[in-house]
């Protein structure tokens, strides 16, 4: 009975394996009609099929890539732009002129001289200075006819015509409206019209002032005074509104929207804010104030005048340690840094008169420092031996005429937006 179970188990066990055989055989050749039935697939259309599709646009319109991080990076740290300039419509025209003029000519274009009392035509002639200042004393013995004459005799030894200046602000310094060959009265002091008639009433001033002197052939006028004293006892107070610095912005912006819709040019003075300083006609001022008292208080009348389209800013002689403890505002690169990126003004800068007392320890070479600490224009008493500082500094090498070039420019485009070409 064993033998028998034996022999039929295996005879059951090799009936399994042929039927597993058979049906293997017919799946596979299922498998493989199918795959001959169907057609083969290309492997680098399954690579493109797993591509994202992309939108393909003509350059003109492509979207911009963006760019990398470290790009960015580099964007941020680029230098600001610099503000466009006042006279950014000139820029060209007056860079066209000054490749054409001579060395002797872009001097000259430096200073604002005060009128010579002999010669003032020969002295034009020699020196082709850019203006004349105007005092009280050229005045007196003139009338409007006989100043015309002056003035356009002057004119037509110029190379390159002059712009004449007074300080005509109105109550203690009047140069012209106190000689009634010129107006019957002289003009009020701003402080007193604006106690009496508000912003309105120094506008109307600034407009009748402004149209006096350009009829009178004055194209500049230095003023208004944007200093910010409320003690009567300061030397400057009597010059100013009288009231604090917010206030006096708000004069000062109304003064100076009137002058330059009149078509005067105008200079705010004395930047960076005279405070309660002495005369520096007659002696050297130290302001010993902190850098927030200018801050808060008097930069505000500035950037009033220069938001309002002010041509020129006027730099006083004080020293300010706030900012340099050892020069003259006047002669201060600090100071004019200050000015022109801080305020971000794009004018000409004027200094107040180098021949005064206040810059005594620095006649020798006052026009040179002034040059080098960023100043446009000069204002001297001496235009001779201020002509001499600047050309033995560009002999020797001190001063490159790149140098002058840089200077000069401004107070030409400044003169074509004033038409004083025309």
Not at 114 to 140: S, T
């Amino acid at each position: 009975m064993s033998g028998i179970r034996c022999r039929t188990g295996r005879g059951v066990l090799l009936v399994m394996m042929v039927a597993l055989l058979t049906a293997g055989l017919c799946i596979g050749g299922v498998f493989f009609a199918a795959t001959l039935a169907s057609p083969a697939k290309d492997p680098v259309q399954d690579v493109v099929a797993s591509v994202p599709e992309v939108s393909i646009q003509p350059e003109s319109e492509a979207e911009p890539e963006e760019s990398s991080g470290q790009e960015s990076t580099a964007e941020e740290e680029e230098e600001p732009e610099k503000p466009v300039g006042i006279f950014a419509g000139y820029e060209e025209q007056a860079g066209d002129m000054l490749r054409q003029m001579s060395l002797t000519e872009k001097i000259g274009q430096l200073f604002l001289a005060a009128l010579p009392d002999a010669d003032p035509e020969g002295i034009v002639q020699q020196y082709q200075p850019a203006g004349y200042l105007l005092f009280a004393k050229n005045l007196q013995y003139h009338n409007r006819k006989t100043l015309a004459e002056l003035m356009e005799s002057c004119q037509q030894n110029a190379t390159i015509p002059m712009v004449f200046a007074v300080d005509e602000e109105g109550g203690s310094v009047v140069r012209v409206s106190k000689f009634t060959n010129f107006r019957s009265e002289p003009f009020a002091a701003p402080q007193l019209i604006y106690q009496e008639s508000g912003l309105d009433g120094l506008a109307a001033d600034a407009k009748e002032k402004s149209q006096f002197l350009l009829d009178l052939g004055i194209t500049l006028n230095l003023a208004p005074v944007c200093d910010v004293s409320v003690n009567s006892s300061d030397y400057i107070y009597d010059r100013t509104l009288g009231v604090p610095a917010e206030e006096t912005a708000r004069g000062i912006g109304a003064i100076v929207t009137a002058m330059e819709e009149t078509g005067i040019s105008c200079a705010l003075k004395h930047f960076p804010g005279y405070g309660s300083n002495p005369d520096t006609h007659t002696g050297a001022a130290l302001d010993e104030r902190e850098r927030t008292v200018f801050e808060e208080s008097d930069f505000l009348p500035f950037e009033a005048g220069i938001e309002a389209g002010a041509d020129l800013v006027l730099v006083s002689h004080n020293t300010v340690t706030a900012f340099d403890g050892e020069l003259p505002a006047s002669l201060s690169p600090e100071i004019h840094r200050l000015l022109r990126e801080e305020l971000g003004f794009t004018g000409v800068i004027i200094t107040d008169d180098i021949s005064m007392d206040a810059l005594d320890s620095f006649r020798e070479d006052a026009a040179v420092l002034a040059l080098e600490a960023g100043n446009n224009l000069i204002i001297t008493g001496d235009l001779e031996q201020s002509v001499r500082q600047i050309q033995a500094a560009v002999e020797d090498g001190r001063i490159p005429e790149e140098a002058l070039d840089e200077a000069v420019q401004p107070v030409l485009a400044w003169k074509l937006a004033k038409n004083i070409f025309s």
